[in-house]
């Protein structure tokens, strides 16, 4: 019957041993606190950080906006000025043509 109590007892004292191990390696409310404040002042850099790279990516947006509608203006620009050539192309054939219809030895 003594070894049931002694059985019992060691149980109760690794039991309690259990507990306190679990308990010293648990952060203290405290500890918790100051990782908790931790964690939202990152959060709060990762989000302003964000905001920033949103506005730069904005920024670049829109430059790349201002530099198709240059693109397209000198698309437009240059289909123009190569309408004008062609037209004072053919304007110069249709002279030489009269030219040398009046002056066939030319």
Known sequence: M???IIAIVVVLVL???AFL???ARRPSADQRRVEARARLAEAERHEQAAAAAEQEADTHRATA???ARRAEQAQTEAQRVEA???ERREAAEAHAEQARKIDPDR
Do not use: C, F, G, N
């Open 65 to 67: 906006d201002e530099h």
């Open 21 to 23: 191990l679990m308990r």
């Open 84 to 86: 004008e050539a062609r």
């Open 2 to 4: 003594e070894w049931v």
């Open 15 to 17: 039991l309690l041993a």
